[in-house]
Each structure stands twice: as C-alpha cells, then as structure tokens.
C-alpha cells in the first residue's frame, strides 16, 4: 500500500470507485475516463508501479490479470464480440498511474490504437 497512489486508496476503500471484481489478488473497477462502452482497469492488490518492476514472485498476480480480464469480459457480455487488453508502460505508452493496471477495453469496433 502506498498512500500517494491514487489505485492503492481505491483498492483501500479510502478513493471511490466502481468496484466491478475482487479477489485475494486482484480489484477490477470502472475507469474515470471511459474510452468504450466497457472500460475497466483491473489492478493487483499489492502495490507493483509497472511491468517494469514486476518480479518472478508476481507471476501468479500477472496470470490473474489476464484470467480476470477474461471472466469480466463474459460477465460485461463482449466476449464474443472482442476486446482489446492494454497495459501502458512508461513515458512512451503514455502511463500516467504508476499502479500497474490491465484495461478491458470493448463494447464498440475499436479504432486504433484505443477505444
Ligand atoms: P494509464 O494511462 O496509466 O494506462 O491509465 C490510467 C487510467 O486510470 C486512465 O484511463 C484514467 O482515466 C484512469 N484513472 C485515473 N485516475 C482514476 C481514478 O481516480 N479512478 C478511476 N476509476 N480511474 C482513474
Ligand atoms: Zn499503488
């Protein structure tokens, strides 16, 4: 937990959020600045900034990501008609919440290169 980043507070309960999934290792909740019909950040509990600074150890985490992101997909109705999976790192990807976090992005035909 780190009580500057505005995903840990979420996960905390202390920033509100619409809290969509949880579990023991992950929280997946709405994005603020919807980009598609369905768009939903899905989070690991503990606190990892970016890909970057993923370790071994957080292997289970990262493979809950994508499980999780599968599940929501059934569960928002766009498995069928797809989605797109998207994790910025660093400058270039323009990450601006240094929480690292999955998007679910779907719900229209994308355009590229999101929503
Ligand atoms: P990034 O560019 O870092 O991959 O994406 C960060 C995402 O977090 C953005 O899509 C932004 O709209 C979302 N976001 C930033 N602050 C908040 C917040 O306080 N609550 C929620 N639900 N989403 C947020
Ligand atoms: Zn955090």
Do not use: W
């Amino acid at each position: 937990m780190s009580s500057d980043c505005i995903f840990c507070r979420i996960i905390a309960g202390e920033v509100p959020s619409e809290t969509v999934y949880r579990d023991d290792r992950v929280t997946a909740f709405r994005d603020i600045r919807p980009v598609a019909p369905v768009h939903i950040l899905i989070v690991p509990n503990k606190h990892i900034a970016s890909v970057n600074e993923a370790e071994e150890a957080d292997e289970a985490v990262l493979g809950r990501l994508l499980l999780t992101a599968k599940r929501l997909a059934v569960q928002e109705g766009i498995a069928k008609s797809g989605y797109r999976l998207i994790i910025n790192t660093g400058p270039h990807a323009g990450q601006e919440v240094f929480h690292l976090h999955l998007h679910l992005i779907g719900g229209q035909r994308m355009r590229h290169p999101m929503g």
